[in-house]
């Protein structure tokens, strides 16, 4: 089993950023793909990054795509989420996940979660 604790959530003026960061503890060699996951107000979840566990390759949702990039620090067992210039709609609880499979990117495809930080963007 996989334990992930988020943090670097926190509120920031539109065009600002902030870095997330997952540290994964437990049976984390079990892991294959790993992912970002926001929840918005009142809408379900989506997938906005997913990077592959030898970062081999890496996704980035359309909505994110050249303003947040995924990356890992294997050797702390951390995963990140560099957002830049973000905007008011990337409001939401940020969550970290975990996925058994190679490639992972729809959410029933994430078995294990953390406990979302949320980011909150506003003027």
């Known amino acids: 089993q996989i334990q992930l604790v988020e943090s670097g959530g926190g509120t920031v003026q539109p065009g600002g950023s902030l870095r997330l960061s997952c540290v994964f503890s437990?049976?984390?060699?079990?892991?294959?793909?790993m992912g970002w996951v926001r929840q918005a107000p009142g809408k379900e979840r989506e997938t906005v990054a997913r990077l592959h566990k030898d970062s081999s390759s890496r996704r980035h949702s359309d909505s994110v795509i050249g303003r947040f990039l995924i990356s890992q620090d294997a050797s702390k067992n951390t995963l990140y989420l560099q957002m830049d210039r973000l905007k008011p709609e990337d409001t939401g609880i940020y969550y970290c996940?975990?996925?058994?499979?190679?490639?992972?990117?729809?959410?029933?495809?994430?078995?294990?979660w953390g406990q979302g930080t949320q980011v909150t963007v506003s003027s």
């Open positions: 437990g049976d984390t060699d079990s892991r294959r793909c």
């Open positions: 996940a975990i996925s058994m499979r190679e490639w992972c990117w729809e959410i029933a495809e994430f078995v294990s």
